[in-house]
């Protein structure tokens, strides 16, 4: 590991002011400091913002939440209102690592985690993600755990965080300050897509600090849940994972959120899904009509294509378990 200086914040002014300049922001450190032991990343200056006063959680008038950037894992997915309001995002967090790790990450850092590609944290392998235009090793290498959606020939990587794929079925919004003044980002823009520059791997301004997360109330969406398929049977990250809701009124359904995770360089949401879902029955046939939607547009590598059949099975089984909850 390289030198580096470290900064502790405890105003957030402060710490953009320490950031603004090639700083990194410091949370829980789980992935960044791992990085840094690889050689992956190698800042100058560490800013230290556990101890801004942005942690806690809150319901807002629309029954919605606000998340602060600096909660830890362990806080937001043990938070009764979380748990209440929004199960899924409770359950993902608690697949997302263990304990120890949900007690030291935080929300904020969560949403920044970078991917677990084994050729992105390899520095003797080639990697567009690590090194801009070295090429992709993962591409004609091992790939069984990458993407199926949405990649590029330059990148071929997945979206580590199961937490962000609850957020983008719920649609939150992202918080962020920097020196120049606060700004909002809706998750389905905050992560950009892979094209050919994969190496930029959100819309955060260089220097800009992320201060919470909000979600709009969802009175309609009273069940969801989240879903995990991995390799083994704790810590470990997601081969396919889903984050679903389902309002049904009449046998109809009145209202749904789908989003898959482990299959694309960011949280997918599957809005021709939900849309071949709206205002139908909620069947097994249409269940299975609406994960083919979701995956009509996958173009699995050569030795990922079990992930299609995966994912279509889990988005209906995750659907049928709702629906099931439903009638209860
Ligand atoms: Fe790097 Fe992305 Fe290729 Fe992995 S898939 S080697 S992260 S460019």
Redesign the pocket.
Known sequence: MREFAYQRATRVRDALEAGHDGGRYLGGGTNLVDLMKYGVEAPARLVDVRFLPLDGVRVTPDGGLVIGATTTNSDAAAHPEVRRRFPALSQAVLAGASGQLRNMATVGGNLLQR?R????TDSA??????VPG??????A?E?HN??VLG?SE????THPSDMAVALAAFDAVVHHESLEGAGETPLSEFYLP?GDT?SRETALTPGALITSVTLPGSAVLPRSRYRKVRERASYAFATVSVAAALDLHDGLVRDTRIALGGVA?RPWRALAAEEALRGGPATAERFLAAADAALADAEPLRDNGYKVTLARNLITAVLTGLAEESDR
């Open positions: 991917t590609c084994a050729y992105f392998q080639r990697c567009n993600k690590r070295s090429g992709c090793a993962a591409i290498g790939h990458h993407a990649w330059h990148c071929v990587a892979v994969p360089s």
